[in-house]
């Protein structure tokens, strides 16, 4: 399998605190790693240096082949429709005064993919595809609960047709009934788009239940 991601010996520092320590991985096209661990032991931080919105200390992190440490903001930007991030807190992620199909469509718009003759469509067809409706485009993010709010948000980094997202705790938020209702949404989504995921969490069960590959954090340091 091809690597798509390639972390080796990423190192984040916070001050003197070395909150990241070492860190190697690899994630193939379409495949789905899990990363799990107790809070505070460097997981999240380790997504936030792989998306470019943290710049690690040292180490590497090599999307595509392609360096992302030290890029330049425009240089980032253009690949950034490429790998897409998902965040726990769905309902923080989105705008609370903007009816959630304009958000979909926001990424489109940000990264010049935007086509008044076929964008509504697409925006429609990516609700469809997460299990959402039509209608729900025309809400906003109050009037939906909080499974309905994660899906918007993994609609949205699915406009783009990325090959990789990023996952910090999609379901650490939601009810039991409603985690489950996600991972499957996420195993159905690799099976059908071929969308590779670095999926992040405390739940062991819930990466078990996804993942091809499970990695184990502790303080810092990849532990299995």
């Known amino acids: 399998m091809n690597a798509l991601l390639?972390?080796?010996?990423?190192?984040?520092?916070?001050?003197?605190?070395?909150?990241?320590?070492?860190?190697?991985?690899?994630?193939?096209?379409?495949?789905?790693?899990?990363?799990?661990?107790?809070?505070?032991?460097?997981?999240?931080?380790?997504?936030?240096?792989?998306?470019?919105?943290?710049?690690?200390?040292?180490?590497?992190?090599?999307?595509?082949?392609?360096?992302?440490?030290?890029?330049?903001?425009?240089?980032?930007?253009?690949?950034?429709?490429?790998?897409?991030?998902?965040?726990?807190?769905?309902?923080?992620?989105?705008?609370?005064?903007?009816?959630?199909?304009?958000q979909i469509a926001e990424p489109l718009r940000v990264h010049g993919r935007w086509r008044a003759a076929d964008g509504p469509a697409r925006v429609d067809e990516l609700l469809e595809r997460v299990g959402l409706s039509p209608a729900h485009g025309r809400r906003l993010p109050h009037e939906l609960s909080g499974g309905q709010c994660q899906r918007v948000s993994i609609a949205r980094a699915l406009a783009t047709r990325p090959e990789l997202l990023v996952l910090d705790e999609p379901t650490s938020a939601l009810d039991p009934s409603l985690r489950a209702g996600i991972l499957n949404l996420l195993m159905d989504l690799q099976d059908s788009l071929g969308v590779g995921f670095l999926l992040i969490s405390h739940d062991h069960a819930a990466v078990h239940h996804v993942g091809d590959r499970i990695l184990t954090m502790r303080d810092g340091r990849l532990v299995a």
């Not at 605190?17 to 999240?44: N, Q, Y």
């Open 6 to 102: 390639e972390v080796r010996d990423l190192d984040v520092r916070y001050g003197a605190r070395r909150v990241v320590d070492g860190v190697s991985f690899t994630v193939g096209a379409g495949e789905a790693v899990g990363l799990v661990g107790p809070s505070g032991c460097g997981k999240s931080t380790t997504a936030l240096a792989v998306l470019g919105l943290l710049r690690p200390h040292s180490g590497s992190v090599r999307f595509s082949g392609v360096e992302l440490t030290g890029l330049r903001a425009r240089e980032l930007r253009a690949l950034r429709p490429r790998f897409q991030p998902v965040f726990q807190d769905a309902y923080g992620a989105l705008s609370p005064r903007r009816e959630v199909r304009h």
